[in-house]
């Protein structure tokens, strides 16, 4: 069973444009929603994180949205470039507890010159 | 250079025979992890450890064994390897604290004939 839900499956973008990853959960224990980046042939990294009660968090051209009541969230890429192209995850955290990181299937990302 | 290593990067081996895949990490973190990639799945965590002497399963631990007998150290070993744990493993590691945030090794990708 998936915890988190994520959507699409992969995504073609072209340069400049905005990519946008969609994560759905239905666990309401979980307290933090982070999302890693996962270039060819590297583990994945921590990209940004968001906590439920805030709605939005942005860093540079990456932008998460939460939305608590829809349980919900997604990751927006503004500007998109060539260099963002990688696997996406996002995940779902719970602080209490040990086994507390729930991933997403994954987006593979393309951006097209 | 805070970081995970993994060892070895590529594998290929045949059913049944025992192997070990080493972890490592130079961060002092508490906590340790196993999860397997595989296309359309995810990251699925195999096992967990809290610290030192301390393990427990994940998702998906059919078929493996971890020991944490030193905090830096978290091997993963597959008794009798069967061609459904062909895959890609990654070894992450975090602060207790922050186990949203891990950190991950460069991945072993492990074909099982």
């Known amino acids: 069973q998936q915890q988190v839900k994520q959507s699409p499956q992969s995504l073609i973008v072209q340069k400049g444009g905005i990519s946008i990853i969609n994560c759905a959960y239905e666990?309401?224990?979980?307290?933090?929603f982070p999302w890693y980046q996962q270039f060819p042939g590297k583990g994945p990294a921590l990209l940004i994180a968001i906590r439920p009660d805030v709605s939005e968090k942005k860093e540079g051209r990456f932008t998460i949205s939460f939305n608590k009541s829809a349980k919900q969230f997604s990751l927006h890429i503004m500007d998109s470039q060539p260099g963002d192209s990688a696997t996406y995850f996002c995940?779902?955290?719970?602080?209490?507890?040990?086994?507390?990181?729930?991933f997403g299937t994954g987006t593979r990302l393309t951006v097209i010159p | 250079e805070a970081q995970v290593t993994q060892n070895p990067r590529y594998l290929i081996t045949v059913t049944g025979k025992k192997l070990t895949v080493t972890c490592s990490q130079n961060m002092n973190h508490e906590y340790m992890s196993w999860y397997r990639q595989d296309p359309g799945l995810g990251l699925r965590q195999i096992y967990y450890?809290?610290?030192?002497?301390?393990?427990d399963k994940g998702d998906v631990p059919e078929g493996y064994k971890v020991s944490r007998k030193e905090k830096r150290n978290f091997p993963l070993i597959l008794e009798s390897p069967s061609p459904n744990q062909t895959s890609l493993y990654f070894c992450?590691?975090?602060?207790?604290?922050?186990?949203?945030?891990?950190?991950f090794g460069p991945g072993t990708r492990l074909t099982v004939t």
């Open positions: 450890s809290m610290n030192v002497e301390v393990t």
């Open positions: 666990n309401t224990a979980f307290d933090y």
């Open positions: 992450a590691s975090s602060f207790a604290g922050i186990r949203y945030e891990q950190y």
């Open positions: 995940a779902a955290s719970i602080r209490t507890g040990a086994n507390n990181l729930f």
